[in-house]
């Protein structure tokens, strides 16, 4: 089994739609949990950081962990073109090893 | 320079060469760490220096040779490379895992991504 899953898409959503996107994980240990986007031929850049269970929100992005059921999420609002890119969840326990999903391509049509 | 840079950006070698990759974080950061990205694959953890110290080496072939001068710089040295090897190469930088309360998110550089012809 894998440490933590991700569908990888493709996903398509038209401008201004709310975008949901998942990870699950097997590791009941993790505690900290991010979610990157990634561009074209660029490095991930970090959008958001959370520790344990619970809601985050940044703008119009909101991250949601819940560690009972071991799934976190990434609501994307009102979105935009600028969006397209591939979205990656990570985790990890104290320490330096870091787990991450396959990534999830999304496109936003104007 | 801000965040964290590598170089080259670009790099196409064929097997018998001998080439470097260059990171360097201006974060005041103590671990770093060289990824590889395939195509429809996870990230996957090369490397991992904290506090200069190598820390994990998750079974990377001889092939990739890590060096960590100091904790602002990182290379990852490159010889009889295979077709295989051609991809995104991303360095990251963290606090360390000596990080007051756990937090420990880590920044990547662009990548440098690499061909092996």
Known sequence: ?110 | ETGVTQTPRHLVMGMTNKKSLKCEQHLGHNAMYWYKQSAKKPLELMFVYNFKEQTENNSVPSRFSPECPNSSHLFLHLHTLQPEDSALYLCASSQGSLSVGGRNEQFFGPGTRLTVL
Not at chain 1, 90 to 109: C, D, E, K, P, W
């Open chain 1, 1 to 110: 089994q894998k440490e933590v899953e991700q569908d990888p898409g493709p996903l398509s959503v038209p401008e201004g739609a709310i975008v949901s996107l998942n990870c699950t994980y097997s590791n009941s240990a993790f505690q900290y949990f991010m979610w990157y986007r990634q561009y074209s031929r660029k490095g991930p850049e970090l959008l958001m950081y959370t520790y344990s269970s619970g809601n985050k929100e940044d703008g119009r992005f909101t991250a949601q962990v819940d560690k009972s059921s071991k799934y976190i999420s990434l609501f994307i609002r009102d979105s935009q073109p600028s969006d397209s890119a591939t979205y990656l969840c990570a985790m990890h326990r104290a320490g330096n090893q870091f787990y991450f999903g396959t990534g999830t391509s999304l496109t936003v049509i104007p």
